[in-house]
């Protein structure tokens, strides 16, 4: 299998090209505008890099033109870029397979599903704590106790510097907020575990923290997201930057590791055509972008559930 690959330089490129490398494919050509890139020479020494998309559209096509295209685009773009980006593996020939989210907003996919349609080709999203041994394995426990609705916390707290306001990251229009951008992995897993979300309150919405309370099928969530430091328990402050718990009727669910190989099962499942694909991303989709526009349900001189602290 033959793969391009459009945001080279992100923090999660190197999960896709262990993967491209692990699933006996070949990476022939990537893209970022940014060119610290060295990472490539670990995985696919050979790949052609291009800082200017103009070429690197001209490149595709000349090969897809000559019978030796892509099979695969994987697309690391930042949030907002995600669509364009999908559209255009479509158009050169190619299957996508694109990070989380897989865009912003729920018209985004229904423009997309238009499009996967007359194209022939398809739209993988990277899923990847469905794929997580511990996260199956509750999905499983959930599954055989059918009529129980289980009470559900999710902290997770992940420390950004001032960086983060001044990249995409931190702009709203862009990467979709705190709680598209470093929840919507969560929401899906909670609805892959729980069922179809039938609540949702926004308590917070802040730029550097969101929290609320969802009702699944089978599940009474309340969640809390930050990137904000000084958010971090005491106990781990000044000994790891990130906090992560999800608790289900008071038991804490381990999940901190089994992450390793999780992108190379993704492409796996993904190249036997067992991929995620646009219905199952939508339901996170349309959650987000609720989350984004709803109307916060904390009043005046409440204590927010998590942080303990007085709504002024």
């Not at 080709?121 to 990847?128: E, G």
């Not at 718990?245 to 590791?257: H, N, R």
């Amino acid at each position: 299998m033959r793969f391009a690959l459009i945001g080279a330089a992100g923090y999660i490129a190197p999960r896709h090209m262990k993967a491209i490398q692990e699933t006996d494919g070949d990476l022939v050509a990537a893209f970022d505008p940014n060119d610290s890139v060295g990472v490539i020479d670990s995985f696919f020494p050979n790949a052609r890099f291009f800082v200017e998309f103009e070429r690197f559209d001209r490149h595709l096509d000349k090969i897809n033109r000559r019978g030796d295209g892509v099979d695969y685009v994987g697309i690391c773009s930042p949030n907002y870029l995600h669509d364009a980006h999908i559209r255009f593996a479509l158009r050169s020939g190619a299957d996508a397979i694109c990070e989380k989210p897989l865009v912003l907003n729920p018209w985004n996919v229904d423009a997309l599903e238009e499009i996967e349609n007359t194209s022939g080709r398809k739209i993988n999203s990277i899923l990847q704590l469905r794929l997580h041994p511990a996260i199956i394995a509750l999905r499983e426990k959930v599954a055989a106790q059918p009529d129980k609705i289980h009470d559900v916390d999710l902290t997770y707290i992940t420390s950004r510097g001032k960086w983060y306001h001044v990249s995409w990251k931190g702009d709203e229009k862009k990467s979709g907020g705190v709680a598209t951008n470093i929840g919507v992995h969560f929401y899906d897993m909670l609805s892959f575990v729980f069922g179809p979300l039938q609540r949702s309150v926004v308590h917070l919405h802040e730029a550097e923290r969101s929290a609320g309370y969802l009702e699944f099928k089978k599940a009474k969530v309340r969640w809390f997201l930050s990137v904000d430091k000084r958010d971090l328990p005491a106990a781990v402050i000044g000994k790891q930057p990130t906090y992560r718990s999800i608790t289900v009727d008071g038991e804490e669910i381990e999940f901190s590791g089994g992450f390793t190989d999780l992108h190379t099962q993704s492409y796996q499942k993904i190249i036997s055509g067992e991929g995620y694909g646009l219905s199952d991303v939508r339901p996170s989709i349309e959650l987000v972008s609720n989350i984004r526009t709803a109307k916060i349900e904390l009043t005046k001189g409440e204590k927010h559930p998590f942080t303990q602290e007085y709504v002024k």
